[in-house]
């Protein structure tokens, strides 16, 4: 067996193990979805840190540390000055443009490594078929 064929094969087969079928979902999505889908998952996990954040610092120092009552009837008090949703805005702004540039370069480089993966199969393929022609 070639030495070069059996090093591909190999790189081939942890391809195949670290990818699974993401590879092939990879191939049926578009860049724009991959992102929306990355930057949604952002939004919502953002969004959950802040208000626990600052439910956690309004208990600590604001009116809810005076009356647990009084939040439990209103929870929007925890955005009721507007440097509130001003920070939250800003903050969501940042993450969401930090986001939109991890998923864009993942997605880069996920095509990338798909790219080298079919390309190795072809070789492997090609040559397979020339053994089998050559006999």
Known sequence: MNKNKLIIQTKLAMYEKKTGKDAEQLLKIKKSSYVFQGVLW??????????????????????????????????????????????????????????????????????SELRTYLNRRNYIESMNSEETTGQ
């Open 42 to 111: 952002t939004v919502i996990s953002t969004t959950i840190a802040y208000i626990l954040c600052r439910i956690i610092y309004t208990m600590l120092f604001g009116d809810i540390a005076d009356s647990l009552i009084n939040f439990m009837n209103n929870p929007l008090l925890l955005f009721r000055k507007f440097y509130d949703i001003t920070i939250y805005t800003i903050m969501e702004g940042v993450f969401i443009l930090i986001a939109f540039a991890i998923y864009s370069k993942r997605y880069y480089l996920k095509v």
